[in-house]
């Protein structure tokens, strides 16, 4: 029996589609109160007073809270986390207190009339990559809880040989400045809690999660109480993108007030109350230096980074990283520094560093090979390394020259041309894609038989992503049964442990594990007690996913008005689970990438350092009237050094590369060369 490489209907598709899937906000509890937030109005300063009688006096106003009662916490240093312990203000929109009720239109209606006096200070949220005021990251790892430099663990800074002297004598040069603004989540689903405590030792929240097994562990050291006594429920997660990954202030501030309170809580975000308290895509500025000999081998590479952090606490994105692995060349460096703002905290969002860092790679790569006469596709064969460059290892599996020439083949890349017809002037891009395949510690799974039908448990979660079917078809196939005898149970803290859906690990780490119990099992042995570490071959391999994507646009030349007809995207992702559940990642993230490149961007006024757009009227993302066809394939591979299953992650391929490629194109087109994202109508008329 093999499930593997099915293309496997989704398990949950019946109840999504019935609205029969529970979500967080939907999660019934007896006799709820309903939470809404008090946020702060000033970018910086301190809370002088705060007069809640009116709003205490008001129809079913059960309590209003702020720092002046609030619950004494655990503290960890990340105001994200630690809601209303002191009076400070570090950003503006930030929680400052909460209003309960016995409905939500009562408690939101008693907020309006809370009256907040501020002592502010004056702020800085102005985003300027030529600011001198910039510091080198530290202790920034993994959310400032790992002492690595950068979110990844990465050190901030690489250099290898003389770049300097290279890019001086180097035949043909590239130095320009790529720019990426702040964009938002926007999951489908409002983030959300409803919490209900048992007694004061035991609390169980249902929330919308990318990870509840880290959710349990934070909640629980917060409130200073035994993991084991913390329940996180997630079933269904309506889209995350990294915001779920940790509970962030709304989850903190609703367990809070249940305790305060004693009945249960219900709480769930506005659209407009999203964008300054779960975090963004930071902003950054990447100056890219090329040098190469006149036949277009790369001979120096610079990657200079400039990105937006937060005053609250230091967030650092490895932007630079994927310069270090996509070229060879002899002379090469990276650098990140932070511009340290009066903001909310950054925090990850789909390909976290890649999305940002390619924008400017492979535009640069693009503009080099103009330079030289080349074919972009050639050029980018021409620079491929045969080992990581910096490193020095060797790729566990490195198929991105296959997927650029499938992809050049499907495209029919060797006979385009630019073309007019009436207004609307054609052209085409190309982009290379890269991604980290990581496996994640922390994994244990369950595994019964009962009544011929075997449970399989882990603490997983499915963000939409597939998880639900493709774990299924792991374990069916692990166990040697049908996948239809297969009960399987995740997103509930109370399983054994999972780690978190980010960073495209998640079926490499839960497959992992449900592999590792089913040989237990199939031996006789207890299962669920073993709790996995990382990959021992991550020190011996690099491990990546790979992509190509070749994209086509149109450009008006009267309005400067950008639509892309097509866009074909092909990815070295090793085995692939499930092709159709695959194949929807990749062309969400590809979509999403369109998005990203011509209409998503977060405005600061910086007066007031407050997000003008915060919601669907000013933010814009493409709607179904902008995407055209949009086709995603893979080469076929399997990589044997990832996980035993030979895959690869898929969730954030499909975004990274994906800005270049439409913005190679636009130039292509017009001959307007745009390195600022997104690339609206104003940026091409203007260059006219």
């Known amino acids: 029996m093999t499930a593997i490489g099915k293309p496997v209907s989704r398990i949950d598709g019946p109840l999504k589609v019935r609205g029969a899937a529970t979500y967080a906000f939907e999660q019934q509890v007896t006799n709820p109160a309903h939470l809404f937030p008090l946020l702060s109005t000033i970018a910086a300063g301190r809370i002088a007073q705060i007069d809640a009688e009116q709003a205490l006096a008001a129809p079913g106003v059960l309590a209003v809270i702020t720092h002046e009662n609030a619950l004494k916490l655990n503290a960890t240093g990340d105001p994200q986390l630690d809601v209303l312990q002191t009076d400070e203000v570090s950003w503006y929109g930030q929680f400052i207190g909460a209003v309960l009720a016995d409905t939500p239109e009562n408690a939101r209606y008693a907020a309006g009339l809370v009256q907040v006096h501020y002592e502010p200070r004056t702020h800085d949220a102005e985003m300027r990559a030529d600011r001198q005021d910039v510091v080198k990251p530290y202790h920034a790892a993994l959310f400032g809880e790992m002492p690595g430099e950068l979110q990844n663990g990465m050190p901030a800074d690489s250099s290898f040989g003389d770049v300097d002297a290279a890019l001086e004598a ?58 084991p006594n913390v329940r996180v429920v997630s079933p269904h997660t309506g889209g995350g993108f990294g915001s779920k990954i940790r509970p962030h202030s709304y989850a903190t501030l609703a367990v809070m007030a249940s305790k305060i309170s004693g009945r249960s809580v219900k709480f769930a975000l506005t659209r407009q109350q999203m964008f300054s308290v779960i975090g963004y895509r930071t902003p950054t500025s990447s100056r890219i230096q090329l040098g190469a000999t006149a036949d277009g081998k790369l001979t120096a590479i610079a990657h200079d980074v400039v990105e937006g952090s937060s005053n609250a606490y230091m967030y650092a994105e490895q932007i630079g990283v994927c310069t270090r692995l996509m070229y060879a060349a002899p002379n090469r460096r990276t650098t990140h520094r932070l511009l340290m703002l009066d903001m909310p905290v950054p925090t990850i969002m789909r390909a976290p560093g890649e999305s940002q860092g390619m924008f400017a790679l492979e535009s640069a790569i693009d503009e080099m090979a103009e330079a030289c006469g080349m074919d972009p596709v050639e050029s980018r064969i021409l620079n491929e390394p045969d080992l990581h460059p910096e490193s020095g ?55 019964t038989k009962v009544d011929g039908r075997y449970c399989v448990q882990i603490a997983a979660v499915d963000i939409g992503t597939g998880t639900w079917t493709a774990l299924s078809q792991i374990a069916a196939d692990a166990l040697g049964v049908d996948m239809s005898l297969v009960d399987l149970e995740i997103g509930d803290s109370a399983l054994p442990v999972g780690s978190t859906a980010g960073f495209s690990s998640g079926l490499n780490s839960w497959g992992t594990a449900v592999m590792e119990a089913a040989k237990l099992f199939k031996d006789g042995k207890e299962t669920g007690t073993q709790v996995l570490g990382g990959n021992p071959k991550a020190e011996q391999y690099e491990m990546n996913t790979f992509g190509a994507h070749f994209v086509e646009v149109r450009v008006n030349s009267e309005t400067g008005e950008v639509r892309v007809p097509r866009m074909l995207g092909v990815f070295d992702a090793g085995k692939v689970i499930n092709p159709k559940t695959a194949r929807s990642q990749l062309v969400g993230g590809m979509t999403q990438g369109l998005s990203q490149a011509l209409h998503e961007a977060t405005v600061v006024d910086s007066r007031y350092g407050q997000f003008v757009n915060r919601d669907f009227a000013g933010y814009h993302i493409a709607a179904n009237a902008d995407v055209g066809s949009v086709e995603a394939y ?38 307007v060369r745009v390195r600022d994202l997104p690339i609206t109508l104003d940026k091409i008329l203007q260059q006219d």
Request: glycine fraction near 10%; charge should be negative; aromatic fraction near 8%.
């Open 634 to 671: 893979w080469v076929d591979s399997s990589d044997e050094h990832t996980n035993e299953m030979g895959s690869k992650g898929i969730g954030e391929i499909g975004i990274v590369g994906v800005t270049a490629a439409i913005a190679n194109a636009v130039y292509h087109a017009t001959g």
């Open 393 to 447: 290892l060797p790729f566990s599996s490195r198929k991105l020259k296959e997927c650029l020439v499938e992809g050049a083949r499907r495209f029919d890349w060797a006979n385009r041309s630019r073309r007019c017809e009436g207004a609307w002037l054609y052209g085409s891009g190309v982009a290379s894609a890269t991604y980290p395949a990581p496996r994640f510690p922390g994994n244990a799974a369950r595994i």
């Open 170 to 227: 180097a035949a043909i040069r590239i130095d320009h400045t790529y720019s990426t603004p702040i964009n938002h989540h926007n999951p489908l689903e409002p983030h959300a809690a409803v919490v209900e405590w048992a007694d004061d030792e035991h609390v169980t929240v249902y929330m919308g999660s990318q990870g509840v097994s880290m959710n349990q562990q934070i909640i629980a050291a917060l409130f200073g109480l035994e993991p």
